[in-house]
């Protein structure tokens, strides 16, 4: 079946540490991948988008992240983690015919 | 400048009522989404419409029906609304690379 995978449903890190978040998806084709985070009671701010071209892709807030192909994934890293970084992120996949899926979500918490 | 705008932001409303929830995007993009997110944060597509044009309807009951009266708009109007319906449902504009600009929600609480 088709999916996007995120299969830590939370993760909690320390301030200052490195954070890596999962995303695998299964489709036929690559498809568009995006990485979203939702801050508590607010809408969906885009992170960083993957269509084609160099693999890693670097986006806001300092946040980058790697797209293999061969293991179908699309992670997401920060090399540091602030205290306001403490959100939900959503890893997403876009189809032709403007299908649009989103993963189940990892919440983060960041410890001070 | 609000790129998309959602109104209400909070809806509380008696199971068996009707209601609309509107979204209005000044991006001048030709499709829009409606979006459902439940209590455990699951996000799942309900409707697209691209230049006033359903495309996309997903598994929803029919008392759900969107409206879009130009493509600046996409309205969501509920009849007799259930408990399940209680949920925070998002409005979407999709770029011409497809990416996704999402309104801040309309949390609906049905008692």
């Known amino acids: 079946a088709q999916s996007v995978t995120q299969p830590d449903i939370h993760i909690t890190v320390s301030e200052g540490a490195s954070l890596e978040l999962r995303c695998n998806y299964s489709y036929g084709a690559t498809p568009y991948l995006f990485w979203y985070v939702q801050s508590p009671g607010q809408g969906l701010q885009l992170l960083l988008k993957y269509f084609s071209g160099d693999t890693l892709v670097q986006g806001i807030k300092g946040f980058e992240a790697e797209f293999k192909r061969s293991q179908s994934s699309f992670n997401l890293r920060k090399p540091s983690v602030h205290w306001s970084d403490a959100a939900e992120y959503f890893c997403?996949?876009?189809?032709?015919?403007?299908?649009?899926?989103f993963g189940t979500g990892t919440s983060l918490t960041v410890i001070p | 400048d609000t790129a998309v705008s959602q109104t209400p932001k909070y809806l509380v409303t008696q199971m068996g009522n009707d209601k609309s929830i509107k979204c209005e995007q000044n991006l001048g993009h030709d499709t829009m989404y409606w979006y459902k997110q439940d209590s455990k944060k699951f996000l799942k597509i309900m409707f697209s419409y691209n230049n006033k044009e359903l495309i996309i309807n997903e598994t929803v009951p029919n008392r759900f029906s969107p409206k879009s009266p130009d493509k600046a708009h996409l309205n969501l109007h509920i009849n007799s609304l259930e408990l399940g319906d209680s949920a925070v449902y998002f409005c979407?504009?999709?770029?011409?690379?497809?990416?996704?600009?999402f309104g801040p929600g309309t949390r609906l609480t049905v008692l």
């Open positions: 979407a504009s999709r770029s011409s690379g497809a990416e996704q600009f």
């Open positions: 997403a996949v876009g189809l032709t015919g403007n299908q649009f899926y």
